[in-house]
């Protein structure tokens, strides 16, 4: 019997990653090459802290935090 890797996807903009499911969001996000700090987390629309677990088959939308000085 062959085992299904688990795996969340991160979308940034019209991009999509595949990240594992295994850690917090922050965590994910940083095996891409992102910032966390950078970006709000989204989970069906809401708003969530960076260190929430990443389940298997979770949908995560990173929007890009502006700021100015």
Do not use: N
């Not at 903009?13 to 990240?19: A, I």
């Not at 950078?38 to 929007?63: N, W």
């Amino acid at each position: 019997m062959r085992h299904r890797r688990m795996s969340a996807t991160i979308f940034i903009g019209k991009d999509r990653h595949s990240v594992p499911a295994d850690g917090s969001i922050g965590l994910a996000f940083g095996t891409i090459g992102g910032l966390p700090d950078t970006y709000i987390f989204l989970v069906k629309g809401v708003p969530v802290p960076m260190d929430m677990p990443v389940e298997d088959g979770m949908e995560i939308k990173a929007v890009k935090v502006a700021s100015g000085g």
